[in-house]
C-alpha cells in the first residue's frame, strides 16, 4: 500500500517538474477574462503552472524590449505586439484575439444614461482614465474626450492611472467619481451593480488586441498549446462574456 502511494505521489512530482511554467504578459483589461479562461485551460490541462503578470501594454513592451522573461504577450493594441516583432523580439506573427470597447462607469452615479458630455458637469471633481502614454484604454479615451469636444475642458479634473485595472479601482474606492475603464472590467461582478454607459466606437481608433509568442516562448510546447486555446470556442465563450469581439463573430 505504502508502496502504491509513493509511486504515485512519485508520478504526481515528476508530471509537475516535466510541465514548464508559462509566463504571460497581458494587459490589464483581461484581468478576470483571462483569469477564467486560463481556469478552463487547466480543467483540460491539469499539469499546467502559468503565472500572469497584468500591467499596461506599452509598460510590458518596454519591459520585454529590455529582457522580461515572459512567454506570451497579450496586449491591448496589436500595435505594440507589432513593434516587438519589428524588433525581433516576437517568435510569432502578431495575431488579434479579440476587440475591446470603452465604458463610463461610477460607483456613485448610475452612468447608464450619461455621455462623455457630462464629465463637464460640476459633480465629476475627478475623472479617473489609464495613462495615455502607454496604456491603450487611456489613449482610447482622450481620443474619444477630444472627439466629443470635451478634453479640454476636463483637463484639471483627470487623474491618471498605471493602467486600467487602477483607474477602475480608483472609482471604485472613491477615489475618482467617475472613470473611463473597459467594458470587460464592468463585467465582473464587483462592478455589475452599478450601470455603465458604452463610448461611441466610432469616437476613436478600435482597440484592436493582439498577442504573440516571444523568442523565449516560442520552443516550449505549453506555452504553443495555450495560444492555440485562445481560439477555441471556449476561451472564445469566456471573452464574450466580458464584452470582448472576438476574431469568429468579427
Known amino acids: 500500500m505504502r508502496a502504491s502511494l509513493l509511486a504515485l505521489l512519485l508520478l504526481c512530482f515528476s508530471s509537475l517538474l516535466s510541465a514548464e511554467r508559462i ?3 497581458a494587459a490589464s483589461d483581461l484581468r478576470f477574462a483571462l483569469d477564467e479562461v486560463i481556469v478552463e485551460y487547466k480543467r483540460l490541462h491539469t499539469e499546467a503552472q502559468i503565472e500572469v503578470i497584468y500591467g499596461s501594454s506599452g509598460k510590458m513592451t518596454t519591459q520585454i ?3 522580461a522573461p515572459y512567454d506570451l504577450f497579450f496586449s491591448a493594441d496589436i500595435a505594440f505586439t507589432q513593434r516587438l516583432k519589428a524588433a525581433g523580439l516576437a517568435a510569432s506573427e502578431p ?6 470597447r ?8 448610475d452612468a447608464s444614461r450619461l455621455t462623455l458630455a457630462d464629465l463637464t458637469n460640476q459633480k465629476f471633481k475627478r475623472i479617473a482614465i489609464a495613462q495615455p502614454t502607454h496604456a491603450p484604454y487611456g489613449m482610447r479615451a482622450k481620443e474619444a474626450m477630444l472627439a466629443a469636444g470635451v478634453w479640454q475642458q476636463v483637463q484639471s479634473k483627470l487623474v491618471f492611472a498605471e493602467n486600467i485595472a487602477q483607474a477602475a479601482q480608483m472609482a471604485q474606492s472613491g ?24 463610448i461611441p466606437a466610432e469616437l476613436h481608433k478600435p482597440l484592436t488586441q493582439g498577442y504573440v509568442v516571444t523568442q523565449r516562448g516560442k520552443d516550449k510546447k505549453e506555452v504553443l498549446d495555450f495560444a492555440r ?21 468579427q
Not at 470603452?102 to 452615479?109: D, E, G, Q, R
Not at 467617475?178 to 467594458?183: D, H
Open 102 to 109: 470603452i465604458v463610463l462607469w461610477s460607483a456613485s452615479t
Open 23 to 25: 509566463t504571460i504578459a
Open 229 to 249: 486555446f485562445m481560439a477555441t470556442d471556449s476561451a472564445h465563450l469566456i471573452m464574450k462574456k466580458y464584452g470582448f469581439t472576438v476574431p469568429d463573430s
Open 95 to 100: 495575431e488579434v484575439y479579440a476587440l475591446g
Open 65 to 67: 524590449i529590455h529582457g
Open 175 to 198: 477615489a475618482a467619481d467617475i472613470a473611463v475603464i473597459a467594458l470587460s472590467l464592468v463585467k465582473f461582478p464587483d462592478f455589475k451593480s452599478q450601470g455603465y454607459s458604452l
